[in-house]
């Protein structure tokens, strides 16, 4: 008999919340409001509860996010007795601008086929509207709204956008040039800064994997380095394990047996690239190890993919290190780190590895081969009470 894979997603109650995140999901409805937090601290908890509470009130809202795998995941977590009014932002602006200009301007396709949009043709043409309509009746909720440019919230004021409730989180910017600041965001949505909201608490990372994170922490006072929690017993330590082509096939067993432990639970491998992703879902599909139970599901995400994994059962997940903001997952291992960029950017380098560690729940594995680089290498802990290296 097949075995229940089944996770338990639930939005937490209003009693569970802190201090901050209640105060956080009792901001006015109407207004700018604007919450700063890391990784873990329960931003987009707070902006799936703010949804909630919206359409407990019948308001016209959107929820946006920068991904379709954030999007799906927070599907999950905000349950299917109600819908929620979710759009990654790109395809959202980009229907939003179509409406008032009747067309979206664009600049060249890039290498991928992407035709990014011209802010400035955009700017110019919304500064020659007239008659814009204030749009004071509909409600928009931003998670990652660190990753949306500044052209994109100076847009939305000028056609007309007043209720903005934004989670963002400057020290977990995917494309630093590309991304709004904190101060971007206040300044261009006439936020004080004393107004914004700090959240502190991290309920996410055991303390040996938060320790970890912190070690790559970027340091942006902009926002708060997230508290440690306190120390459980049982918390795993964070290893470092070097591995060859000739080992790839046991490793493989090993991971698909740590899965087998805990079947409900989700086991995610991050990956540098998609010739490493593509490695390693090789490697699990031909893997056959004793278990304990059924194989579990192996699940991929590429760009451009329809096909959106399944949050909802344990398993294996294998996404690129682009497309893990936001997510987590019980275990994380983080494939062939060396391969990692950009290493002309130690901070962009040092803010990814930031990201994909605070993915972690309970435990968190690096791997490496044996062609190590003296950049990521220079940015590793070597305090072994940080990091095990095997």
Not at 127 to 140: G, T
Not at 197 to 202: C, G, P, Q, R, S
Request: glycine share 4%.
């Amino acid at each position: 008999m097949p075995i229940d894979r089944t996770r338990k997603f639930s939005l937490p109650g209003i009693h569970e919340l802190n201090k901050d995140q209640d105060e956080a999901l009792a901001l006015p409805m109407e207004g700018q409001h604007l919450i700063i937090g890391g990784p873990g601290t329960g931003k987009s908890v707070v902006a799936l509860l703010r949804a909630r509470r919206l359409s407990e009130k019948s308001k016209v809202y959107k929820t946006l996010v920068y991904n379709h795998l954030l999007d799906q995941s927070n599907r999950y977590l905000f349950g299917s007795n109600e819908r929620l009014y979710s759009y990654t932002w790109d395809k959202w602006i980009r229907s939003i601008i179509k409406e008032h200009l009747k067309c979206v301007p664009t600049m060249d396709e890039n290498a991928g086929g992407y035709r990014p949009i011209d802010w400035d043709a955009v700017k110019n043409r919304v500064q020659s509207l007239d008659n814009i309509e204030i749009k004071s009746d509909q409600f928009l909720v931003i998670d990652e709204g660190q990753d949306m440019p500044p052209a994109f919230y100076q847009t939305l004021v000028s056609l007309g956008f007043e209720n903005f409730y934004v989670a963002a989180d400057q020290n977990q910017q995917i494309h630093p040039d590309k991304c709004s600041s904190r101060q971007d965001i206040e300044n261009i949505l006439a936020i004080e800064p004393g107004d914004t909201l700090e959240l502190k608490a991290n309920y996410r990372n055991t303390r040996p994997i938060a320790l970890l994170a912190q070690h790559f922490y970027p340091a942006d006072p902009a926002s708060p380095r997230p508290s440690l929690p306190e120390l459980l017993p049982s918390a795993a330590m964070p290893e470092l394990l070097t591995y060859d082509e000739e080992t790839l096939s046991p490793l493989a067993n090993t991971i698909l047996q740590l899965q087998d432990r805990s079947p409900r639970k989700l086991l995610g491998i991050i990956t540098p690239n998609n010739q490493v992703r593509e490695k390693f879902i090789d490697a699990l599909n031909q893997a056959n190890p004793r278990l304990d139970n059924e194989k579990p599901s192996i699940q991929t995400f590429v760009s451009g993919q329809q096909d959106l994994p399944d949050f909802s059962q344990g398993g294996v997940m294998i996404i690129n290190a682009q497309s893990c903001k936001g997510l987590e997952f019980d275990t994380v291992i983080l494939a062939d780190i060396d391969q990692h960029q950009p290493k002309s950017d130690l901070y962009a380098l040092k803010a990814r590895f930031y990201v994909m560690v605070a993915r972690a729940r309970e435990q968190v594995i690096l791997l490496r081969t044996g062609n190590t680089c003296p950049v990521v290498e220079g940015l590793l802990p070597t305090d072994p009470s940080i990091l095990v290296r095997k």
